[in-house]
Structure formats: C-alpha cells, structure tokens
T-cell receptor, first 113, second 109 residues
C-alpha cells in the first residue's frame, strides 16, 4: 500500500513564475492538507481540502490556491512566486473519519531564484 | 503568543537515557495533541497522539498531557542514536493544525 506521494520532488523556478505541486493521498484517505516548511521552522498550514472543497485556510495570500479531485488527489498552485516562497511543501492526508490524524508525504522542495 | 511553543534545543542525551521534550499551547479548548518526528531532509512522521489528561505509552514513547497547565510532553526511554531528529508538537484547532518550531534531539552513543 503506497503512502502519500508528491510530485515533483524538487523544483527550481524564478521570481514571478507560477508552480503546480501535486499530491496523491494514502489509500482510504479523503482529506488533504498542505503545509509550507521553511528551513528551521515547523510546518505552516496553508489549507485543507475535503469533498473537493477548501475547508480551512491558514494565513497565506491568495497567490496560493488549490484543488481536490474526485479521486481525492490534490494540487497546490502558487502564482507570482517570491524568493520567500522557497521552502519544503508538504502534503498530508487523513483517513476517513479521522481528519486530525495526518500522514505526510515526502514533500516537494521548491527553490525560487 | 504563538499557538504552540517548543524549546528549540538542541537537546543532547547519552544513549540509554530518557529524553524529555516539552510543548505548551495557547488554545485552552484544544482536545488533541500530536507528536511528529522529522529526520533531517525528510518529512514529518507521526509518532503518537493523546486526547486525555495523563499518560499514554507506546513502546519506548510516552506522551503526557496536562490540560490545566496547557502542557504536553514526550518522553523517550532508552534513547537510541536513531532517535536523533527534530520532534514537532502539533495541536489542531478546527481543521487547522498548528506546529511548534520543533526540538532538535541528539542521542550520543
């Protein structure tokens, strides 16, 4: 049984560009949350998707948007990239009925030059 | 005041000792508390969670919760070099998780 998967693993972009990160949840999981983790910091909650809707959003600008598909997979889109967007982006999925129990994917490391 | 606070360390303990990691939280209404382990360059891995006041044991790990003091801790007994990692405390509020900055633990052989 595959765990949470994310793609790509690494990405280099330049300021002003747009990026799309992808996440496939663990089998039996229906909720996906996205986090940004800067070096030396704890993960910062971006938003959570459940039933293809954004259920909760953290303190991130509208440049960060997402989507959840009928198969529960999810995308994170970031527009107009800034240098400060360089970070590890983590996707976490939660099993049906246990939304608080989150399992993380390996992450996508984004570098903005 | 941050929602979740941890001592960033670093914390060093000799092999075989007990490592004690602490976390305080600000939302008195919080009901569940999670500990994650994160190795350098890797993603967080769920270790255990606790909902009720008192202790919860899982192998060499014990989580302790004191809601009156808004304090949760993680004890690692018989610490091993493989336990060297950053330990993150996480507290959900609604559908949003708040993480501490993590405590870096080094177990010295």
């Amino acid at each position: 049984d595959a765990g949470v998967t994310q793609s790509p693993t690494h990405l280099i972009k330049t300021r002003g560009q747009q990026v799309t990160l992808r996440c496939s949840p663990k089998s039996g999981h229906d909720t996906v949350s996205w986090y940004q983790q800067a070096l030396g910091q704890g993960p910062q909650f971006i938003f959570q998707y459940y039933e293809e809707e954004e259920r909760q959003r953290g303190n991130f600008p509208d440049r960060f948007s997402g989507h959840q598909f009928p198969n529960y997979s999810s995308e994170l889109n970031v527009n107009a990239l800034l240098l400060g967007d360089s970070a590890l982006y983590l996707c976490a999925s939660s099993p049906v009925g246990f939304r608080e129990t989150q399992y993380f994917g390996p992450g996508t490391r984004l570098l903005v030059l | 005041q941050k929602e979740v606070e941890q001592n960033s360390g670093p914390l060093s303990v000799p092999e075989g000792a007990i490592a004690s990691l602490n976390c305080t939280y600000s939302d008195r209404g919080s009901q569940s508390f999670f500990w994650y382990r994160q190795y350098s360059g890797k993603s967080p891995e769920l270790i255990m969670f606790i909902y009720s006041n008192g202790d919860k044991e899982d192998g060499r790990f014990t989580a302790q919760l004191n809601k009156a003091s808004q304090y949760v801790s993680l004890l690692i007994r018989d610490s091993q070099p493989s336990d060297s990692a950053t330990y993150l405390c996480a507290v959900p509020t609604g559908n949003q998780f708040y993480f501490g900055t993590g405590t870096s633990l080094t177990v010295i052989p």
